[in-house]
C-alpha cells in the first residue's frame, strides 16, 4: 500500500501543501494511485529530499481539470505539465516551503509567466486570493 506509506513517512504533509494550480488546500488519496488535488485533480508525488529534513512534492498536470481557479502548469515536451518543490521541516515543528517551480522555467526552450496559486495576485477576479479562501476547518474532505 505504497499510498499509506506516503501518509505516514510524510506526516501533515497535505496539511501544508496547497495546489499550485488552484489553490486547494483539499487532496484526494487513492489507494495505488496516488494523491490528488480535490477541486483540480492535479496529482501529487512526495519524495525525500536529498539529505535534508522535509519532502519533495512533484507536481503532475496531466490530470488536472480545467476549473475556474486553475492555471495549468506550462507543458514541456519532455517532462509534461510538472511543477515541483521543496517543503523543509519535520511533521512535530511543521513544514515550510523552500522552494517552488515549474519545470519549463528551468528550461531554455519556454518562456513562462506561470505562477503558483499562492503567487497569484489576481486570479481573473480582481480580487486577491486570500480574500477568498474559506477557513481551514471548513475545508474538510469528503
Ligand atoms: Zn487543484
Given at each position: 500500500?505504497?499510498?499509506?506509506?506516503?501518509?505516514?513517512?510524510?506526516?501533515?504533509?497535505?496539511?501544508?501543501?496547497?495546489?499550485?494550480?488552484?489553490?486547494?488546500?483539499?487532496?484526494?488519496?487513492?489507494?495505488?494511485?496516488?494523491?490528488?488535488?480535490?477541486?483540480?485533480?492535479?496529482?501529487?508525488?512526495?519524495?525525500?529530499?536529498?539529505?535534508?529534513?522535509?519532502?519533495?512534492?512533484?507536481?503532475?498536470?496531466?490530470?488536472?481539470?480545467?476549473?475556474?481557479?486553475?492555471?495549468?502548469?506550462?507543458?514541456?515536451?519532455?517532462?509534461?505539465?510538472?511543477?515541483?518543490?521543496?517543503?523543509?521541516?519535520?511533521?512535530?515543528?511543521?513544514?515550510?516551503?523552500?522552494?517552488?517551480?515549474?519545470?519549463?522555467?528551468?528550461?531554455d526552450?519556454?518562456?513562462?509567466?506561470?505562477?503558483?496559486?499562492?503567487?497569484?495576485?489576481?486570479?481573473?477576479?480582481?480580487?486577491?486570493?486570500?480574500?477568498?479562501?474559506?477557513?481551514?476547518?471548513?475545508?474538510e474532505?469528503?
Amino acid at each position: 500500500m505504497p499510498i499509506v506509506e506516503t501518509e505516514e513517512r510524510y506526516e501533515g504533509a497535505f496539511d501544508e501543501v496547497e495546489c499550485p494550480v488552484c489553490g486547494s488546500e483539499d487532496w484526494t488519496h487513492l489507494v495505488f494511485q496516488g494523491v490528488f488535488c480535490a477541486d483540480c485533480n492535479t496529482r501529487c508525488l512526495l519524495r525525500e529530499p536529498a539529505g535534508d529534513q522535509g519532502f519533495i512534492a512533484k507536481f503532475d498536470g496531466s490530470y488536472t481539470w480545467l476549473t475556474d481557479d486553475a492555471e495549468m502548469i506550462p507543458e514541456t515536451e519532455e517532462y509534461g505539465a510538472t511543477a515541483s518543490g521543496k517543503w523543509t521541516g519535520t511533521p512535530s515543528r511543521g513544514y515550510e516551503r523552500y522552494w517552488f517551480s515549474a519545470t519549463a522555467e528551468h528550461l531554455d526552450e519556454y518562456t513562462t509567466d506561470w505562477k503558483p496559486a499562492w503567487e497569484r495576485e489576481d486570479a481573473g477576479t480582481g480580487e486577491p486570493n486570500y480574500l477568498i479562501e474559506l477557513p481551514s476547518n471548513e475545508v474538510e474532505t469528503r
